[in-house]
């Protein structure tokens, strides 16, 4: 049996713009993402600065955008001086959060480098875990301040005499999470990140602030937390975090397929939130979303064990998820979400970028390869340009037990009008089914077909490996014609996407 689709839009049928920084990615101190992951001095692709290169230029080639660091739970136990400076006076630390061996090797000054050269904007996370105000303010000072303070003199002296001008601050990591170092109600956590934003916006900076959210939708404060958050800091921050990660299931593969169900549930809800407070405060300013950690996580492969007991290891083996053919089409369908959202979504961060649930994936000493869900990625960043379009979707549903009812097609499409492109992003959650797919074009004018593109696999648990690097990868779609419609078959398991052009 074939299934059926539509996707109706127009190019005057607008969500939003389409925002780069909605291609962020994370970078924490966690297993092997910083050491073996992007910094590796002594690998034979290693620079004068001992960053990977070969990472460097997957990074770029993914279309990052913003990266997200340190952390993460590794933040709430921070001491973010302990990373600058001459590297032989730099402690070793215990690292509560993952039980491991923090060397320092890698701090502020290197991250920064290492985001020049992968041309990324970077988003820098303060702990509010076990410490507070005065800490904010000097790493603020140190990153962002002219020379002429001492903590600016330092960072001159450490050979970077021009302010780093970093923008965009998270005020702590998922503090309503009972896991977090210093973690504390909600009322306690609005207080000081309140008083810490406050502190922050007093150095004149132009500061792009990010309060925490839930950690998950799951958790039993959410609604109440983002409730309390909001009323003790809208007038304060610019944006609320939220993070979502979906595992995968090889035992209930259609709820995995709709995760983006949930995710769209996830973000209108902390929408609802928001806009409550604005109301109840009387304020004309939204507070937008920062959907700053969100994957997929798979269990295949070996991906390690969290340390434990008396073993403080450095950069551990853990958290290594080994990527399939469907954790790409899911990873493709929560990126349609993101876009589809954009009205309110102002940044996200996939997480993380190397190893650690990473596209992205090393060895010590040895090569480095895209993963499957690299791909979907790649394409919607490189190619999701203009305004993102409302989405009027026909299509049977499946009834899914964590979700409920699902539409097995999901789908988003931008416009460029002054370039004249339009791309279609697409998938068939169906197990089994190929779904027949039509797109009017009306009011677009005469378009020609550019590309199109599909990930899929016969076995949907293929997987790319060091010795096999593009055993997923994006094929062509077959079969697409281009008429008054746009009409292709998508087959099951699979996204796709269509980039089309007004005819010169």
């Known amino acids: 049996m074939t299934l059926h689709g539509t996707i109706d839009l127009h190019p005057a049928h607008r969500v939003g713009p389409v925002r780069r920084r909605t291609f962020g990615s994370f970078v924490e101190h966690m297993a092997r993402c910083v050491y073996t992951g992007i910094y590796e001095p002594g690998h034979p692709a290693a620079d004068a600065d001992g960053l990977r290169t070969d990472v460097l230029e997957l990074t770029r080639e993914l279309g990052v955008s913003s990266v997200r660091y340190p952390g993460g739970n590794f933040v709430s136990g921070y001491r973010w001086e302990d990373g600058v400076g001459p590297l032989v006076e730099r ?156 595992p995968a299931d090889r035992e209930d593969p259609a709820s995995y397929l709709a995760s983006a169900v949930d995710m769209d549930a996830y973000i209108e809800a902390v929408v609802a939130t928001s806009d409550h407070v604005r109301a109840v405060l009387k304020r004309d300013r939204r507070i937008m979303i920062s959907f700053d950690e969100w994957n997929v996580a798979a269990s295949g492969g070996d991906p390690g064990a969290e340390p434990t007991g008396d073993d403080w290891p450095e950069a551990p083996r853990f958290a290594e998820s080994t990527y399939t053919a469907q954790d790409a089409v899911v990873v493709g369908s929560l990126l349609i979400s993101l876009l589809r959202h954009t009205d309110r979504v102002a940044s996200a961060s996939q997480a993380q970028l190397v190893n650690v649930l990473g596209p992205i994936r090393t060895e010590p000493g040895g090569r480095a390869w895209r993963q499957s869900i690299f791909h979907p990625f790649a394409l919607t960043s490189r190619y999701a340009r203009g305004q993102v379009l409302r989405t009027a979707i026909g299509s049977p549903s499946v009834e899914t037990t964590k979700h409920g009812s699902a539409p097995l097609l999901d789908a988003v ?41 599909m990930l899929h696999e016969e076995d949907p648990l293929a997987v790319n490996t060091a010795d096999d690097p593009e055993r997923v990868a994006p094929r062509p779609l077959e079969g697409v014609h281009l008429h008054n419609d746009l009409t292709t078959t998508l087959p099951p398991i699979s996204w796709a996407m269509a980039r089309l052009r007004t005819r010169k």
């Not at 061996?101 to 290197?110: K, S």
């Not at 140190?142 to 600016?152: H, K, Q």
């Not at 499409?413 to 009017?440: F, I, K, M, Q, Y």
């Open 91 to 246: 402690p070793r630390r215990q690292d509560l959060a993952w039980h491991s061996t923090e060397t320092n090797a890698f701090g502020l000054d290197e991250f920064m480098t290492w985001a020049a050269k992968a041309d990324v904007e970077p988003m820098y996370a303060v702990n509010l875990g076990t410490r507070g105000v005065q800490e904010a303010l000097d790493v603020l000072e140190y990153a962002n301040a002219p020379v002429g303070t001492e903590l600016a003199d330092r960072r001159a002296a450490n050979g970077h005499p021009e302010p780093y001008g970093i923008r965009m601050w998270c005020l702590g990591n998922e503090m309503d999470g009972p896991w977090q170092l210093g973690h504390r109600p909600a009322e306690a956590y609005a207080e000081l990140a309140a008083g810490t934003a406050r502190a922050m916006r007093r150095t004149g900076s132009e500061l792009e602030l990010v309060a925490c959210g839930s950690s998950f939708p799951s958790m039993p404060t959410f609604g109440t937390w983002e409730q309390a958050v909001l009323e003790a800091c809208y007038d304060e921050i610019d944006m609320l975090s939220a993070h979502v990660y979906y």
């Open 413 to 453: 499409a931008t416009w460029d009008g002054d370039a004249g492109d339009l791309t279609v992003l697409a998938v068939n959650r169906s197990l089994t089914e190929p779904l027949e797919l039509s797109v009017p074009l009306t009011g677009f004018g005469d378009l020609e077909l550019v590309e199109a593109v």
